[in-house]
């Protein structure tokens, strides 16, 4: 498998993605907005785009779908709930389907509600796992829920699912917000070393033309959304909520900081 991180330096920050079968060339283009950017790349690199998957339905993972695919005739694939707000889905996806690219690339997809209640994530079926993570995980945050969403059932899918990703699993995502998110760590857990250093070093040299790949394991050290237990974050919640019963479960502590970090 084949993974080109595409950064289409828009306003929104997002991220497509071309992934592809190196043994016959085929692609898949997720969430194509910059749909020319997207074309370049694969004819450079000699690929014939065949599927394009959007993981939700807003119209900055959408709205490149309609060029594409008039200049490759590609299916375009979905959530299963999502064809009534996104045209022409030719497939609809469910839990546990297997998307398959040319002849060896095998993705697993993931129903993955919170940002919206028709959302999908990807993982690939590699020695190292990759996930397509759309607007559900970001480097070092989680997705908003404004847009059709709800936080209760984003917490349930941190919790149930992408906490038990291998922790080498490679996450991509939908857009480059790595170093405001880790401003947020920092707000919330200002003693986190890893977090402190690791912005430190964006700040001197990220180019999200060349982003940097975390894993699910520095996720795991840096992003707030999977660090419910911290003591310092616990505490600094309560600064913020002073009726936070004195031992909150992990999901009181996700959804308050979800609503902190929607106006922060």
Partial sequence: MIVEQIWTGNAYRNF????????????????????????????DKGWGITQILNTHEHGDH???NVPMIEATGAKLLAHANAGSRIAGVDQGLQADD???????????VLDTPGHTMSHVC???????????????????????CHGGGHPAELYETFAAQLAQLPDSTLVYPGHDYITNNLEFTLDREPDNADAAKLLEELQANHDPDRAMVTSLALEKDINSFFRLTSPTIIARLREA????PDEPTPKEVFLKLR???NSW
Avoid at 17 to 41: F, H, I, N, S
Avoid at 98 to 108: F, M, N
Avoid at 126 to 144: C, E, M
């Fill in 122 to 144: 990807l993982l690939s079926q590699t020695d190292v796992p990759a996930l397509f993570s759309g607007d559900t995980l970001f480097n070092a945050g989680a997705g908003n």
């Fill in 98 to 108: 297997v998307v398959k690219i040319g002849s060896s690339v095998e993705l697993l």
């Fill in 241 to 244: 909520f002073p009726d936070l």
């Fill in 16 to 43: 497509n993605y071309l992934v592809a079968c190196p043994d016959t060339g085929e692609a898949m283009a997720v969430d194509p907005l910059d749909y020319e950017k997207c074309l370049a790349k694969a004819k």
């Fill in 259 to 261: 609503e902190l970090r």
């Fill in 62 to 64: 959408t709205g490149g």
